[in-house]
């Protein structure tokens, strides 16, 4: 199951792009082919969206591996950016998910930096970057406290290139997705849930 905003269910008006959870998917069909996979994202959704709108789907199918990927639009659809409001939903979800479906490996994710190729003026900039610094640092927090795995794209080496970025400077390329879908195939087979057969695009 992924839950999540437009970086999990793809950007809008892309309806066949590349989508890094259906990577995932297929690598987990290298080893059992009759995996079914649910992608519940969905464009400029919130955290406390997610919450409201896709977890009661996610719990009903009873998943044995859930990403949450969420966040980013708390900090770029507000001037005055509510980190609070993502924690304490990020909280419940992970706290519901981990009552309801106690067995399922769940993974979250940073955010990366989105503020180098969008256009914005000084001020919005300086917001965007303490916006999503502030979103990471609540992400990693509630993740460690829930025995969440975090992938830290947000402090990934490659996470601010710009070939990770699509053409309008935010949602990921192709090479951003097959990067993205690399690290969490590479988490999980830490974990003896999947062989690691996303390999790394080309430089």
Same mark, same amino acid.
């Not at 990693?140 to 699509?166: K, M």
């Not at 969490?184 to 003896?192: D, G, I, K, M, R």
């Given at each position: ?10 950007a ?11 990577e ?19 464009p400029?959704?919130?955290?406390a969206?997610?919450?409201t ?17 969420c ?6 659809l507000?001037v005055?950016?509510?980190i ?22 769940i ?5 990366? %930096? ?10 919005s900039?300086?917001?965007?970057e303490r916006?999503?610094?502030a979103?990471n ?7 460690a406290?829930?025995?969440? %795995? ?18 309008d400077?935010f ?5 951003g ?17 999947v ?8 430089a």
């Amino acid at each position: 199951m992924a839950l999540g905003d437009s970086f999990t269910a793809g950007a809008p008006g892309d309806p066949g792009g590349a989508r890094w959870p259906d990577e995932v998917a297929n690598a987990l069909r290298e080893g059992a082919p009759d995996v079914e996979y649910h992608n519940l994202g969905e464009p400029s959704v919130t955290t406390a969206e997610v919450a409201t709108r896709q977890l009661a789907q996610c719990i009903e199918l009873a998943p044995d591996l859930v990403t949450v990927v969420c966040g980013a639009n708390d900090v770029l659809l507000s001037v005055r950016p509510d980190i609070a409001r993502h924690a304490n939903a990020l909280d419940d979800i992970f706290r519901t998910l981990r009552t309801r479906c106690s067995a399922a490996t769940i993974i979250t994710a940073t955010a990366p %930096l989105v503020s180098d190729y969008i256009r914005l003026g000084a001020r919005s900039r300086k917001r965007v970057e303490r916006g999503v610094a502030a979103l990471n640092d609540a992400t990693r927090s509630i993740a460690a406290r829930h025995g969440v %795995l975090c992938l830290d794209w947000g402090a990934h080496a490659t996470a601010r290139q710009r070939e990770n970025f699509g053409p309008d400077g935010f949602h990921p390329s192709p090479s951003g997705v097959r990067r993205a879908a690399l690290t969490c195939v590479q988490e999980l087979a830490n974990l003896s849930c999947v062989p690691p057969t996303v390999n790394e695009p080309a430089a």
